[in-house]
């Protein structure tokens, strides 16, 4: 069924194969780490803040703080971590694992589990 989905896809939406990360801008100020550009990080992936500022959080084993439209991450956290860890989320959370384009939406359903559902070839696969 998915093989019939995506046969059907009109070869422009290729163009989005080309999806470009988000790179973290950080400044490191005493023992805390500010990633500068959260906000348009978030926009990007159309994710909740406060969901990427959970799993960093978490992840990095550092409390974490939203400030406008910055994160504070209370701790030093080199550029290779953050990046390993926000591309970690972008597969996890974002791309789609059928045709890997980033247009999907997370959706909750019970007991807290979260499904990825892709808006382009319509794939669902439980988020983690
Ligand atoms: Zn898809």
Not at 14 to 21: G, I, K, S, V
Not at 73 to 94: A, C, P, Q, T, W
């Amino acid at each position: 069924m998915l093989k019939r989905a995506r046969a059907a896809l009109p070869e422009k939406t290729l163009a989005y194969e080309r999806f470009e990360p988000p790179v973290p801008e950080t400044q490191i100020q005493g023992s805390k780490t500010i990633l500068r550009n959260f906000e348009l990080i978030c926009t990007k992936l159309r994710r909740e803040p406060a969901l990427l500022s959970k799993y960093l959080s978490k992840e990095l084993a550092v409390p974490a703080t939203i400030d406008g439209g910055k994160l504070i991450l209370h701790g030093k956290v080199y550029d290779r971590m953050l990046n390993e860890k926000l591309s970690n989320f972008i597969s996890s959370y974002v791309v789609c694992k059928e045709c890997k384009r980033p247009d999907t939406k997370l959706v909750d359903g019970a007991h807290g589990i979260r499904t990825l559902v892709c808006e382009a070839c319509g794939a669902r696969a439980p988020a983690k």
